[in-house]
């Protein structure tokens, strides 16, 4: 991306830093605790998962043909493949014979075989063999494929709507300025480096929202390198259909203030937050993007979040040297989210299921989770 892409950004950030102020809302909200802990919501919270399109991975995680990886989503076994032709699919991950899951884990294969009756699947979703034919006679392979569903490969992802025979169009999901922002990152040029997780005990709207604020970075992350590096209680927001962009102004943005605007650079004075709608958080500091997604379980009477990261630098790796230092980045940036935030969101977890108070209140200057909430909230056609 060119170094001058955000400048305009970055001029409104710095004048925030300068003024020790923040973008911020009309007015406090407050949101009922019900919000959090309705469960009557979560089948609507579940349906809306299932027919929105999603990120599921990196393109750079399934490079080559025949590359694979299975993911399970909201209680679905989902295989996202590159196929012989090239072209990306994402298939549930469910056997046409009696249900089994014939892919498991990631890695590159041609045939993917049912561990219960060896009925095979190829890349590109076609039964391919069934063992015992006789006994099948009446079923034909060509109408027994696995079940495909609607996906795109842009902006450097693997898109798919996870109920079969919807319509999927990213970019006008995206709307035209975030889809030509997430092209400009050029993330499928980068190189897959690693996923890491952890399953927290927090409702999903909560935890999504830990990642709309800077409010909380003095406190929980004062001595690591978010709270060191950038300015607290600071950022810009700016609203794209239901989606966000946001900005926490580092520390070294006022060194910019002296600089000619042709000669800024958005690594010297920001990190980018997108939040894509409803469940993925796009970020991007030097060196290695960040997805992360917020993944409600929809398991038991406890809410349940798994909260997996995924990291590609945005330049392929010259040399195991150069992929050690992708590590290490990954290693400051998990510090925070894995040590730091997870405690935390355990303890909002506890509050929600235990608390006697009918309301939390969200500040002016937490207008990202404002919006989330408001955006959410009538999404769920649910009044706050």
Not at 238 to 257: D, Q
Not at 286 to 301: C, N, R, T
Request: proline share 6%; charged share 20%; with cysteine.
């Amino acid at each position: 991306m060119e170094p001058t892409y955000y400048n305009e950004t970055l001029r409104h950030a710095l004048q925030l830093v300068q003024n020790k102020t923040t973008d911020m809302a009309e007015s406090v909200l407050t949101v009922p605790l019900d919000y959090y802990r309705n469960t009557e919501l979560r089948s609507r919270e579940r349906e809306l998962m299932m027919t929105t399109p999603l990120p599921l991975v990196y393109s750079a995680q399934i490079r080559k043909p025949n590359d694979y990886i299975v993911r399970r989503m909201f209680g679905k076994s989902v295989l996202i493949v590159r196929g012989e032709d090239g072209k990306a699919r994402v298939f549930e991950n469910y056997c046409r014979h009696r249900g089994a899951s014939p892919a498991e884990g990631c890695g590159n294969k041609q045939l993917f075989v049912c561990p219960y009756h060896s009925w095979s699947y190829d890349s590109s979703g076609r039964l391919a063999n069934i063992p015992g034919r006789d006994g099948f006679e009446s079923v034909d392979p060509g109408s027994y494929g696995l079940v495909e569903l609607p996906s795109e490969e842009r902006g450097g992802f693997v898109w798919a709507v996870l109920t079969p025979d919807l319509e999927i169009d990213v970019a006008r999901f995206l709307g035209p300025q975030i889809d030509a922002d997430l092209s400009a990152w050029n993330y499928q040029k980068g190189d897959f480096v690693e996923s890491r997780e952890f399953v927290a005990d927090v409702n999903w709207k909560a935890a999504v929202e830990n990642f709309a604020e800077t409010y909380h970075f003095q406190t929980v992350h004062g001595q690591s390198i978010p709270g060191q590096i950038q300015v607290p209680n600071t950022s810009t927001h700016a609203v794209f259909g239901p989606h966000h962009f946001m900005t926490f102004p580092k520390k070294s943005i006022t060194e910019l203030a002296d600089v000619p605007e042709t000669n800024w650079d958005h690594d010297v004075g920001l990190t980018t937050v997108y939040w894509i709608y409803p469940t993925t958080i796009l970020v991007n500091p030097p060196g290695v993007a960040q997805i992360i997604e917020v993944l409600p379980l929809f398991d038991g009477d406890q809410d349940q979040t798994l909260i997996r990261s995924s990291f590609v630098g945005y330049n392929k790796a010259e040399n195991e040297e150069h992929t050690q230092m992708f590590k290490m980045a990954i290693d400051i940036i998990w510090e925070a989210v894995f040590d730091e935030d997870r405690p935390v969101l355990s303890l909002i977890g506890n509050a929600v299921r235990n608390s006697s108070q009918d309301h939390v209140v969200v500040g002016r200057n937490e207008i990202g989770v404002q919006h989330m909430v408001k955006t959410i909230s009538d999404k769920l056609n649910y009044r706050l």
